[in-house]
Protein backbone atom coordinates (compact mmCIF):
# COMPACT_ATOMS: atom_id res chain seq x y z
CA UNK A 1 0.00 0.00 0.00
CA UNK A 2 0.80 3.57 -0.02
CA UNK A 3 -0.04 6.96 2.18
CA UNK A 4 -2.24 9.38 -0.29
CA UNK A 5 -2.26 12.66 1.14
CA UNK A 6 -6.42 13.28 2.61
CA UNK A 7 -7.07 15.69 -0.35
CA UNK A 8 -5.60 13.17 -3.25
CA UNK A 9 -7.72 10.23 -2.42
CA UNK A 10 -9.98 8.46 -4.71
CA UNK A 11 -12.48 5.70 -5.20
CA UNK A 12 -14.04 5.35 -9.04
CA UNK A 13 -17.16 6.29 -8.81
CA UNK A 14 -18.16 2.45 -10.35
CA UNK A 15 -17.18 1.01 -7.28
CA UNK A 16 -19.48 -1.69 -6.06
CA UNK A 17 -19.72 -0.81 -2.83
CA UNK A 18 -20.57 2.58 -3.77
CA UNK A 19 -23.63 1.67 -5.51
CA UNK A 20 -24.19 -1.93 -3.53
CA UNK A 21 -23.61 -0.96 0.39
CA UNK A 22 -20.70 -3.79 0.78
CA UNK A 23 -18.20 -2.00 2.72
CA UNK A 24 -16.99 -3.21 5.72
CA UNK A 25 -15.52 -0.85 8.18
CA UNK A 26 -14.63 -0.28 12.15
CA UNK A 27 -14.24 2.93 13.98
CA UNK A 28 -11.42 3.10 16.65
CA UNK A 29 -10.25 5.62 18.61
CA UNK A 30 -6.39 6.91 19.67
CA UNK A 31 -5.71 7.98 22.98
CA UNK A 32 -2.12 9.12 24.15
CA UNK A 33 -0.96 7.48 20.60
CA UNK A 34 -2.46 4.22 21.29
CA UNK A 35 -6.04 2.82 19.48
CA UNK A 36 -8.31 1.32 22.02
CA UNK A 37 -8.47 -2.59 21.48
CA UNK A 38 -7.00 -2.10 18.11
CA UNK A 39 -6.89 -5.88 17.77
CA UNK A 40 -10.62 -7.00 18.52
CA UNK A 41 -11.27 -4.05 15.50
CA UNK A 42 -9.30 -5.86 12.96
CA UNK A 43 -10.42 -9.22 13.87
CA UNK A 44 -14.44 -7.86 13.63
CA UNK A 45 -13.29 -6.58 10.42
CA UNK A 46 -12.15 -9.37 8.82
CA UNK A 47 -14.98 -11.28 10.38
CA UNK A 48 -17.36 -8.87 8.68
CA UNK A 49 -16.12 -9.02 5.59
CA UNK A 50 -15.99 -13.28 5.87
CA UNK A 51 -19.84 -13.14 6.52
CA UNK A 52 -20.55 -10.41 3.45
CA UNK A 53 -18.51 -13.12 1.15
CA UNK A 54 -15.10 -11.70 0.71
CA UNK A 55 -11.64 -12.15 2.16
CA UNK A 56 -9.75 -8.87 2.50
CA UNK A 57 -6.14 -9.44 0.84
CA UNK A 58 -4.15 -8.27 3.89
CA UNK A 59 -4.04 -10.03 7.22
CA UNK A 60 -5.16 -8.94 10.58
CA UNK A 61 -1.49 -8.08 11.24
CA UNK A 62 -1.30 -6.58 7.89
CA UNK A 63 -3.89 -4.02 9.07
CA UNK A 64 -2.64 -3.35 12.50
CA UNK A 65 0.58 -2.55 10.96
CA UNK A 66 -1.32 -0.02 8.36
CA UNK A 67 -3.21 1.66 11.10
CA UNK A 68 -0.40 2.66 13.39
CA UNK A 69 1.74 3.98 10.52
CA UNK A 70 -1.23 5.77 9.58
CA UNK A 71 -1.69 7.19 13.25
CA UNK A 72 1.91 7.85 13.43
CA UNK A 73 2.15 10.24 10.53
CA UNK A 74 -0.73 11.85 11.18
CA UNK A 75 1.16 13.38 14.02
CA UNK A 76 -2.28 13.10 16.43
CA UNK A 77 -2.46 11.75 19.63
CA UNK A 78 -6.27 11.50 20.17
CA UNK A 79 -8.12 10.79 17.47
CA UNK A 80 -10.47 8.73 14.85
CA UNK A 81 -9.52 5.92 13.08
CA UNK A 82 -11.73 4.38 10.28
CA UNK A 83 -10.18 1.12 8.47
CA UNK A 84 -12.70 0.21 5.69
CA UNK A 85 -12.57 -2.66 3.26
CA UNK A 86 -14.79 -2.87 0.26
CA UNK A 87 -15.42 -4.49 -3.34
CA UNK A 88 -13.68 -2.46 -6.45
CA UNK A 89 -14.99 -1.91 -10.22
CA UNK A 90 -14.23 -4.97 -12.21
CA UNK A 91 -17.86 -6.13 -12.26
CA UNK A 92 -21.01 -3.66 -12.44
CA UNK A 93 -24.02 -5.14 -11.10
CA UNK A 94 -25.65 -7.37 -8.33
CA UNK A 95 -22.92 -10.28 -8.66
CA UNK A 96 -19.24 -9.01 -8.53
CA UNK A 97 -17.33 -12.29 -8.08
CA UNK A 98 -14.30 -10.94 -10.02
CA UNK A 99 -13.75 -7.88 -8.43
CA UNK A 100 -10.77 -6.60 -6.58
CA UNK A 101 -11.06 -6.13 -2.60
CA UNK A 102 -9.68 -2.65 -1.41
CA UNK A 103 -8.86 -1.54 1.92
CA UNK A 104 -7.80 2.03 2.98
CA UNK A 105 -7.18 3.58 6.93
CA UNK A 106 -8.06 7.32 7.67
CA UNK A 107 -7.50 9.22 10.40
CA UNK A 108 -8.47 12.27 11.94
CA UNK A 109 -9.19 14.56 14.88
CA UNK A 110 -12.52 13.93 16.30
CA UNK A 111 -13.76 15.35 19.38
CA UNK A 112 -16.92 14.56 21.69
CA UNK A 113 -19.53 12.64 19.76
CA UNK A 114 -22.43 14.83 21.40
CA UNK A 115 -21.58 18.28 22.73
CA UNK A 116 -22.26 18.59 26.42
CA UNK A 117 -22.28 14.65 26.51
CA UNK A 118 -22.54 14.45 30.48
CA UNK A 119 -25.70 16.71 30.38
CA UNK A 120 -27.10 13.82 28.86
CA UNK A 121 -28.21 13.53 25.31
CA UNK A 122 -32.14 14.14 23.98
CA UNK A 123 -33.49 11.17 22.10
CA UNK A 124 -36.54 10.49 20.05
CA UNK A 125 -38.37 7.38 18.84
CA UNK A 126 -37.35 6.21 15.03
CA UNK A 127 -39.06 4.95 12.70
CA UNK A 128 -37.16 2.38 11.13
CA UNK A 129 -35.96 -0.60 12.87
CA UNK A 130 -33.42 -3.17 13.29
CA UNK A 131 -33.82 -6.09 10.53
CA UNK A 132 -34.02 -9.99 11.52
CA UNK A 133 -30.83 -11.92 10.80
CA UNK A 134 -32.30 -13.95 8.08
CA UNK A 135 -33.03 -11.18 6.23
CA UNK A 136 -29.60 -8.77 6.88
CA UNK A 137 -26.12 -9.76 7.94
CA UNK A 138 -26.61 -7.81 11.95
CA UNK A 139 -23.37 -9.15 12.90
CA UNK A 140 -21.06 -7.72 10.21
CA UNK A 141 -20.37 -4.13 10.53
CA UNK A 142 -21.13 -3.24 7.21
CA UNK A 143 -22.27 -0.02 5.14
CA UNK A 144 -25.58 -1.06 4.17
CA UNK A 145 -27.07 -1.51 7.52
CA UNK A 146 -26.21 2.01 8.27
CA UNK A 147 -29.00 3.58 5.72
CA UNK A 148 -31.73 3.48 8.37
CA UNK A 149 -29.65 4.92 10.47
CA UNK A 150 -28.42 7.28 8.95
CA UNK A 151 -32.17 8.21 8.02
CA UNK A 152 -33.29 7.87 11.89
CA UNK A 153 -30.73 10.26 12.96
CA UNK A 154 -30.86 12.58 10.70
CA UNK A 155 -34.93 12.57 11.23
CA UNK A 156 -34.18 12.93 14.97
CA UNK A 157 -31.41 15.91 14.28
CA UNK A 158 -34.60 17.61 12.15
CA UNK A 159 -37.11 17.54 15.58
CA UNK A 160 -34.23 19.12 17.58
CA UNK A 161 -33.00 15.21 19.19
CA UNK A 162 -29.09 14.26 18.97
CA UNK A 163 -30.09 10.86 18.32
CA UNK A 164 -33.02 8.31 17.85
CA UNK A 165 -33.80 5.21 19.93
CA UNK A 166 -34.40 2.32 17.56
CA UNK A 167 -36.42 -0.71 18.11
CA UNK A 168 -35.74 -4.04 16.05
CA UNK A 169 -38.12 -5.87 13.82
CA UNK A 170 -40.19 -7.86 16.99
CA UNK A 171 -40.94 -4.19 18.79
CA UNK A 172 -37.96 -4.96 21.07
CA UNK A 173 -35.73 -2.08 22.15
CA UNK A 174 -32.38 -2.47 19.81
CA UNK A 175 -29.99 0.62 20.15
CA UNK A 176 -29.58 4.17 19.30
CA UNK A 177 -28.39 4.90 15.31
CA UNK A 178 -24.74 3.61 16.03
CA UNK A 179 -24.81 2.82 19.43
CA UNK A 180 -25.85 0.35 22.05
CA UNK A 181 -27.83 1.23 25.21
CA UNK A 182 -28.03 0.55 28.83
CA UNK A 183 -30.77 1.34 31.54
CA UNK A 184 -30.29 1.24 35.62
CA UNK A 185 -33.12 -0.29 37.13
CA UNK A 186 -32.85 -0.20 41.17
CA UNK A 187 -28.94 -0.26 40.74
CA UNK A 188 -28.78 -3.36 38.42
CA UNK A 189 -27.66 -2.29 33.90
CA UNK A 190 -30.59 -3.67 31.96
CA UNK A 191 -29.60 -3.78 27.85
CA UNK A 192 -30.62 -5.76 25.47
CA UNK A 193 -29.80 -8.61 24.23
CA UNK A 194 -27.51 -8.26 20.72
CA UNK A 195 -28.66 -11.06 18.79
CA UNK A 196 -29.88 -8.85 15.83
CA UNK A 197 -27.28 -5.81 15.97
CA UNK A 198 -23.55 -5.41 16.87
CA UNK A 199 -22.31 -6.73 20.36
CA UNK A 200 -20.31 -3.67 20.27
CA UNK A 201 -16.77 -3.37 21.76
CA UNK A 202 -17.65 -0.28 24.06
CA UNK A 203 -20.47 -2.47 24.71
CA UNK A 204 -18.47 -4.91 25.95
CA UNK A 205 -16.28 -3.15 27.70
CA UNK A 206 -19.12 -1.18 29.73
CA UNK A 207 -20.09 -4.48 30.72
CA UNK A 208 -16.94 -5.70 32.03
CA UNK A 209 -16.37 -2.19 34.02
CA UNK A 210 -19.93 -2.46 35.61
CA UNK A 211 -19.04 -6.21 36.81
CA UNK A 212 -16.05 -4.69 38.33
CA UNK A 213 -17.63 -1.99 40.15
CA UNK A 214 -19.66 -5.71 41.62
CA UNK A 215 -23.00 -3.91 39.14
CA UNK A 216 -25.44 -6.78 38.35
CA UNK A 217 -25.81 -7.03 34.12
CA UNK A 218 -28.94 -8.01 32.65
CA UNK A 219 -28.86 -8.69 28.83
CA UNK A 220 -32.38 -9.30 28.05
CA UNK A 221 -35.46 -8.59 25.71
CA UNK A 222 -36.37 -5.16 27.27
CA UNK A 223 -39.86 -3.14 25.58
CA UNK A 224 -40.38 0.16 24.72
CA UNK A 225 -43.44 0.23 27.39
CA UNK A 226 -40.31 -0.34 30.32
CA UNK A 227 -38.71 2.60 29.67
CA UNK A 228 -40.54 4.88 32.19
CA UNK A 229 -39.16 2.28 34.71
CA UNK A 230 -35.37 3.30 34.40
CA UNK A 231 -33.83 6.21 36.80
CA UNK A 232 -30.77 6.18 34.22
CA UNK A 233 -29.43 5.64 30.53
CA UNK A 234 -26.75 5.57 28.48
CA UNK A 235 -25.25 4.51 25.23
CA UNK A 236 -21.76 2.85 24.02
CA UNK A 237 -20.17 2.97 21.25
CA UNK A 238 -16.47 3.37 19.62
CA UNK A 239 -17.47 7.26 18.65
CA UNK A 240 -19.93 7.57 21.73
CA UNK A 241 -17.58 6.14 24.11
CA UNK A 242 -19.87 6.15 27.60
CA UNK A 243 -22.97 8.77 26.75
CA UNK A 244 -25.42 9.68 29.25
CA UNK A 245 -28.93 9.92 28.23
CA UNK A 246 -31.55 12.29 29.70
CA UNK A 247 -34.75 11.97 27.67
CA UNK A 248 -36.12 9.52 24.96
CA UNK A 249 -39.49 10.89 23.86
CA UNK A 250 -41.54 11.22 26.95
CA UNK A 251 -39.58 9.47 29.50
CA UNK A 252 -36.72 11.66 30.97
CA UNK A 253 -33.52 10.59 33.21
CA UNK A 254 -31.10 11.76 35.18
CA UNK A 255 -27.31 10.78 34.80
CA UNK A 256 -26.34 9.35 38.43
CA UNK A 257 -23.85 7.46 40.29
CA UNK A 258 -24.05 4.61 37.54
CA UNK A 259 -24.03 6.71 34.98
CA UNK A 260 -21.31 8.45 35.72
CA UNK A 261 -18.92 5.87 37.46
CA UNK A 262 -18.96 3.98 34.22
CA UNK A 263 -17.97 7.45 32.39
CA UNK A 264 -15.20 8.15 34.44
CA UNK A 265 -13.62 4.40 34.64
CA UNK A 266 -14.25 4.17 31.32
CA UNK A 267 -12.13 7.55 30.46
CA UNK A 268 -9.31 6.27 33.08
CA UNK A 269 -9.10 2.95 31.15
CA UNK A 270 -8.69 4.30 27.57
CA UNK A 271 -5.93 6.66 28.76
CA UNK A 272 -4.38 4.12 30.66
CA UNK A 273 -4.63 4.97 34.16
CA UNK A 274 -6.98 1.90 34.88
CA UNK A 275 -6.23 -1.51 33.77
CA UNK A 276 -8.98 -4.49 33.28
CA UNK A 277 -8.66 -7.74 31.24
CA UNK A 278 -10.75 -7.13 28.39
Not at 77 to 84: D, G, H, L, P
Not at 103 to 118: I, P, Q, S, T
Not at 255 to 263: A, C, K, Y
Request: aromatic content about 8%.
Amino acid sequence: GEFVPWRDTKVHILTHALHYGGAVFEGERAYNGKIFRSLDHSNRLHRSAEILGYEIPFSVEQVEEAKRETLAKSGLESSYVRAVAWRGLEMMGVSAQKNSIHLAVAVWHWGDYFEDKMKGIRMTHAEWRRPAPDTAPCHAKASGLYMICTMSKHAAERDGYADALMLDYRGQVAGATGANIFFVRDGALHTPTPDCFLNGLTRQTAIKLAKERQIEVIERAIMPDELATFSECFITGSAAEITPVSEIGAHTYKPGQISEGLVNDYTALVNGKMEVAL
